[in-house]
């Protein structure tokens, strides 16, 4: 489909060590998914350009990813999401039936506690450098996520995907932190069989490999051996 549509978001080598901004790929996953076309614009943030005037005008918080359709811009994660199911409704990330739907939105959001501690632990590790990083700090951070993706870890025991058969918002969101997870060295395989499992799911679907971050084939050891 034809569209109007730009997503604006970190040019990725700006971002120390996760070199990828989750919020904003879940987006250009989702943009894949609904086989949208779109233009993208990468703006340094070493170099402020998320907060030029012309940014400022689209986000006044200055924060990315902002999508803009023409003359509207759209910007807060979760809202774009819903802007897009709304105004691009096939083919659909959000199941029809209303069980699942609900199923679907309460993991969307439920994916911020996600996101929260994820934040937490990438940003500690993003804006430290080498030696200053201090091992029981990571630690600490880790245990957060460790204990959030317990939850997960039970939630895709249940099914394929966060909500039934089919992929959701709800699984783009999880996927992204947990894909950075895995980029800083987490291993899933042992403790998390059911998010190894979808974790290698995600990695094959087009969208994903499409839009996968300039990531080298080796990951970092951050997280490791944590808690
Ligand atoms: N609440 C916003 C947060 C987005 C956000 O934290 N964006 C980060 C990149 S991951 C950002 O723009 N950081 C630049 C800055 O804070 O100056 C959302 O969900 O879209």
């Known amino acids: 489909m034809r569209s109007a549509l730009t997503l604006y978001v970190p040019d990725s080598t700006t971002i120390r060590a996760i070199e990828c901004s989750p919020p904003s790929w ?26 030029s005037p012309e940014m400022l005008a689209r986000n006044p ?11 509207l811009a759209v910007y807060e994660t979760f809202a774009i999401l819903d802007f897009l199911e709304h105004t691009y409704p096939e083919p659909a990330l959000l199941p029809a039936n209303k069980a699942l739907r609900g199923l679907a939105l309460t993991r969307l959001h439920e994916s911020g506690h996600l996101k929260t501690v994820g934040m937490e632990l990438f940003s500690y590790i993003m804006s430290t450098r080498g030696l200053d990083l201090d091992p029981a700090e990571v630690d600490r951070r880790a245990a957060a996520f460790h204990d959030e993706l317990f939850y997960w870890e039970y939630y895709y025991g249940l099914g394929k995907y966060a909500a039934g058969s089919q992929v959701t918002y709800a699984d783009l969101s999880v996927f992204t932190y947990l894909a950075t997870a895995v980029h800083l060295g987490l291993p899933l395989d042992e403790r998390y069989p059911n998010l190894a499992r979808f974790y290698e799911r995600m990695k094959k679907r087009i969208a994903v490999v499409t839009t996968w971050p300039p990531w080298k084939s080796t990951p970092y050891r951050y997280l490791s051996e944590t808690v």
């Open 26 to 51: 879940m987006i250009q996953l989702a943009l894949e998914e609904k086989e949208l076309d779109f233009e993208i614009v990468r703006l340094s943030l070493t170099a402020g350009e998320h907060r």
């Open 61 to 71: 918080r200055g924060k990315l990813p902002v999508l803009t359709d023409g003359p």
